[in-house]
């Protein structure tokens, strides 16, 4: 069973997806759960099926007190590097929520203070704590959402199935076609030395 919270009163869990991905944006969710939440399926979206996390995102929107899903795109990524992307998207969702909250919990150990709010990471806090675990499912079936749409206009990277992961096919294809903008340039695309056409 995971944790509500840290402490008592709004306290926002925040959460990313798509770091290790070659294409597409970093995507951050932020999520303040009431004190009664209690949904026992909730867990590290990484631990869900793809049935399960769309399952949640609804009960999740529906019982937050607030929530907030942005991103940060592969240029950002390019231009500021992933770490500071990721964090940059989270503090884009804790802007958006339509509640302040009085204090933050991260997934991770590394973060940069945000409104002078104070803050706390906790490591794999994903799997601890229930509004890191809502904020890691919103973030992925977001970011999952935005795949699926850049693979119909892309089909041969096959995103719809490796959501911008590098896996054999997506980077097969990268070897024989090249690059689109929604690709990370900054990233080790391809395993081999090889010239790639940005």
Known sequence: MLSLQLIDGLEAGTDEAGRGCLSGPVTA???????????????DSKKLTEKQRYFLRPIIEEKALAFAVAHCSPSEIDKINILNASIEAMHRALKKLKLNPIHILVDGNRFHPFQNIPHKCIIKGDGKYQNIAAASVLAKTYRDDIMLELDQK?????WKNNKGYPTKKHREAI???GTTIHHRKTFRLLPEQLQIKF
């Open 29 to 43: 969710a932020a999520v303040i759960l009431p004190a009664d939440f209690e949904e026992p399926l909730l867990n």
């Open 154 to 158: 892309h089909p041969e990277y096959d």
């Open 175 to 177: 070897k024989k076609i």
